[in-house]
């Protein structure tokens, strides 16, 4: 599997440079200027080629959901969100396809899927997912979404003694299922990776996050967590442990440089050094935070302590889309009102490091993706630098960044192998996908959460909000 991508832009130093690039056996051989092609010829001209990025946080099933759950914080976001959640593995197989359609055309070439479990058809729905990964031929990072606390459990007591459910199923129970994922679907080679992946402090107990320490050491596998996503998450750790979630994350060892962490909005300077201390990396979800209206994650402070940090979408129910690229800029220029020192500031050049080079590093992946390099893996994507949204010429990258691009990616190649051309996926039938996805839903309004409605109020106390509010569902 060889091929020359001839007379390419790529970006150097502060410049770019036209070259010739050689891909042979799904690394990346040579980047010269008039090289031999070997194997298959691709004109690069009036083309941007970059590595590809990583889409390091997301929920794939949440595409059954988008645009439909009303303005809320998580912790009632989530009650509804439950309440309506797919209960077939074949609805699952398609959002996976549809999330890594999206991903892949915003510029994408591995995502990080959160993957919510079906109750009683867990192993079901991780092979769905699985099944569409490979199928499509995206680099995929699949973390079995786990807890073992009922959702009630992550909203703080304020002081007030609750009865929670039992959770439907065992700290012990949980960690053979996760044994087992592990020995039949963790696949490297096949482009399939299995990560520990509890939710977070907010719904599991010490004992699960210890298994999954255990699990990674004994797999070598990366772990992957939600952490202080909200204020009512900050306020609930300091209930269960007497001290901020990332000392308690510290202390019980789950924190490493093959740690990432969603969100990280709620951290003090304190705790970012610890981050910056154990090497573990933020995923930084700017869309969901705003749309759930978490807060603005501090993510100029996270760089100037050298903490690593990536981009994610989230799920398509709290964003509500897939679009990577829409969420590398929000998440670069929303930073510039939370620092007067413009030097501190995420250049477009800087962004396309983090969202390659930044993902790759939270998957222990560096060495081999992230960065066009002589010997790294071939996950590459190719820019049409005539199209609308990229003209007039100016800056390639700034265009691409601060833009808002369209129609964009030319061509993708992961490991090797070309799964877009001229725009269009190679390896699955979308328009049947997006006929698939039409068929199986129907315009839907006003549906009612009974979860929600049961929470609300508590919710609405420890949170010192007014009881009296106007009704959420309109």
Known sequence: ?????????????????????????????????????????????????????????????????????????????????????????????????????????????????????????????????????????????????????????????????????????????????????????????????????????????????????????????????????????????????????????????????????????????ADIAILAEMRSTVVHNPLSNLRLGSGIAPILKYRQAGVNVAFGCDGAASNDSQDLLEAIKMGSILHNITDTDYHHWITPRQSVEIASLGGAQGLNMADELGSLSVGKKADLVLYNLKSLSLLPRTDPIGLLILGRPTNTVDSIWVNGKQVVAEGNVLTIDVDALRQELFERSQWSINRQSHTLSEIEAHYRSVMGLSPQTPKIHS
Not at 75 to 99: C, I, K, R
Not at 173 to 184: I, K
Not at 234 to 257: P, V
């Open 1 to 269: 599997m060889s091929f020359t991508i001839q007379n390419v832009l790529i970006p150097v130093e502060q410049s770019y440079s036209t070259v010739d690039v050689q891909i042979i056996d799904h690394h990346i051989r040579a980047i010269e200027p008039n090289l031999e092609v070997v194997g298959t010829a691709v004109n690069g001209e009036n083309k941007l080629l970059l590595p590809g990025f990583v889409n390091a946080h997301t929920h794939s099933s949440e595409m059954w959901q988008r645009g439909i759950i009303p303005p809320t914080p998580l912790e009632l976001w989530l009650a509804e969100l439950y309440d309506f959640a797919p209960l077939e593995p074949e609805q699952v197989y398609l959002s996976a396809l549809g999330t890594a359609v999206e991903t892949l055309l915003s510029g994408g070439t591995s995502l990080v899927d959160h993957l919510v479990l079906i109750p009683g058809k867990e192993l079901e729905t991780i092979a769905a997912a699985v099944r569409a990964y490979q199928e499509i031929g995206i680099r995929a990072f699949i973390g079995p979404l786990i807890q073992d606390e009922s959702l009630t459990q992550g909203i703080p007591n304020g002081g007030i003694e609750r009865e929670h459910e039992t959770y439907l199923r065992s700290t012990e129970a949980t960690l053979e299922l996760m044994q087992e994922v592990v020995e039949r679907f963790h696949n490297p080679e096949a482009g399939v990776n299995i990560l520990v992946a509890p939710t977070g402090i907010q719904l599991c107990s010490d004992a699960l996050f210890e298994g999954c320490i255990e699990l990674s050491d004994r797999y070598n596998l990366c772990r992957h967590s939600h952490l202080l996503e909200t204020k009512a998450q900050q306020k609930l750790a300091q209930e269960k442990y007497g001290c901020s979630a990332l000392e308690h994350l510290k202390r019980i060892g789950y924190l490493s440089d093959r740690t990432s962490l969603a969100h990280c909005v709620w951290l003090s300077d």
